[in-house]
Every structure is written in C-alpha cells, then in structure tokens.
C-alpha cells in the first residue's frame, strides 16, 4: 500500500469518526431542546388550565345566579300586577340590582385573571422564540463541526503533485536529453523541436501541470 493510500484511508477514518460526532451531537442537542419544549409548553398550558377551570366554575355560578336573580324579579313583578304590592316589588328591584352588582364584580375579577395568567410570561411565542435562538446558537457549532470534516476530507488526497514526479520532470528537462533525442542532427531547431516533444509527451505543456 502506497504512501497515499494509507494517508487517504486515515483521513477518510477521521472524517468518519467526525461525522458520526457531529451526528451524536445534533442528535443529543435537538433531543434536549425537545425535552425543554415539551416542559415549558405543558407548564404555559397546565398554569393557564387551571385558572380557566377556575374561571369556568365561576361563570357558570353567573349565569345560575343571574338565572336565579331574573326568576325572583318576575315573579315580585306578577305579584305586583295581581295585588299591587309595590314594596315588596321595590325590595325585590332593589335586591337584584345589588345581586347584579356582586355578580358583574365577579365577572370583571374572572376576566382580570384570564388576561393575568395569558400575559404571565413566558407566553408560548416566547418559549419558541427562545427555541428558535438557541438553535440558531447550537447551529454554529455544528456548522464548526461541519468545516472539520470538509477540511480532513479535502486532506485525503494532496491536489499537489508529488515530489517524485516533479524530479523526473526536471530529470527529463534538465539533463540533455532532448540532445540524444536529437541524435546526430544537432541543428538548433532540431533540438527544440525534441526538446517541445519531451514536454509535449510528458504533458508539461498542459495548464495545471509542472
């Protein structure tokens, strides 16, 4: 096996064991930032649950009581049609008017909570904007990770010619032959014409190549 083989096959086991780290770590950082998802949106969710079930109980005793409140009003009011009892009719206005007052109150207290518990922050466009910048953050070093492995790849194989090569090229150049290719005929022209064809079969003449 030629040196550059061997040199090829230990980049290209470098590059490997890189790669599967840069795997591993994405695998693990996406992971955990799945993890970190799933905790911050089930507490924004399970925080703001619990104050609507809240809620919820609380409206529903409005309406009942509101329900219960309208009820009585009528019926104080059928009263007054039949016997004309005006003060009990305006205990009665009296009464609701206050039991409308106390049920507003606890509408306007439930709904101060609902808008308190959906500002409390991290709300969940805050939990993916986090999200969304820390990949961004973890993006770059994976992308860090990604330049190692490009660079030991391009290592696997020197773009440069090698050495041995450029000392036969110079012993071709340099060391008269294109004088015994020229044999007997030692006419100027005669030699650089055998001297074009030792660079012309060599492909010395090509672009890129020495």
């Not at 799933?38 to 609380?58: C, G, H, K, T, W």
């Not at 008017?97 to 409390?120: F, W």
Request: charged fraction near 35%; include cysteine.
């Amino acid at each position: 096996m030629g040196r550059y083989e061997r040199a090829a096959k230990i980049s290209l086991k470098e590059a490997t064991a890189l790669a599967s780290g840069v795997i591993d770590t994405i695998r693990y950082d996406l992971r955990r930032e799945e993890v970190r998802l799933e905790e911050e949106m089930s507490d924004r969710v399970e925080a703001v649950q619990q104050i609507l079930n809240e809620v919820a109980s609380i409206q529903d005793a409005i309406i009942a009581g509101s329900s219960e409140v309208k009820r009585e009003l009528e019926k104080a009011k059928k009263r007054l049609v039949k016997g004309g009892d005006r003060e009990l009719m305006s205990t009665q206005i009296i009464g609701a008017a206050t039991r409308l007052g106390e049920l507003r109150a606890l509408h306007n207290d439930a709904a101060r909570r609902i808008q308190g518990a959906l500002a409390r922050p991290p709300s969940a466009v805050d939990i993916i904007e986090r999200l969304t910048k820390d990949l961004l953050k973890l993006s770059g070093s994976w992308e860090s990770s990604a330049r190692e492995i490009d660079e030991s790849i391009s290592d696997v194989v020197d773009a440069n010619a090698p050495l041995e090569m450029i000392e036969l090229s110079r012993e071709l150049n340099d060391n008269g032959y294109d004088l015994i290719l020229a044999g007997e005929n030692r006419d100027p022209e005669n030699i650089e014409k055998c001297r074009t064809r030792i660079k012309e079969m060599s492909g010395e003449d090509h672009p890129g190549l020495s």
